[in-house]
């Protein structure tokens, strides 16, 4: 099972994203800013970080630069209401696998993280 760190600022959107994982992760923490969240992540060690881009104190992508490059092993992924290209491309270049739409992507952070424990067949 996956271990996942939570990094959102919402209570209720942070409990639709436990609900989702229940039983296909393990949420190994959560942080609704952004130094709580590098923090978090740095002694957590996660398999997969879901971070939303808009946090109550910095932003995903603070998380992203002072996280990504110290714990290449994990896979992060940028939860935002804002699916303009431009986030999108930034998110990228700074190390996110994937950007999820809130609006309309939710149900896929279930299956990636689903498909991320399948056993590999060669």
Do not use: C, W
Request: aromatic share 10%; no cysteine.
């Amino acid at each position: 099972m996956s271990k996942v760190f939570l990094v959102e600022d919402s209570p209720l959107v942070l409990a639709r994203l436990k609900d989702l994982l229940a039983g296909t992760a393990e949420v190994v923490g959560e942080a609704s800013t952004a130094p709580a969240a590098i923090a978090g992540i740095l002694a957590t060690q996660p398999d997969m970080v879901f971070v939303d881009l808009n946090l109550a104190e910095g932003s995903g992508f603070d998380v992203l630069r002072a996280v990504g490059p110290r714990l290449p092993q994990a896979n992060f992924y940028m939860l935002s209401n804002f699916a303009a290209f431009p986030y999108r491309q930034l998110a990228e270049r700074l190390g996110a696998k994937d950007y999820f739409d809130k609006t309309k992507d939710f149900e896929r952070l279930r299956e990636l993280v689903a498909r991320r424990d399948e056993p590999v067949t060669h």
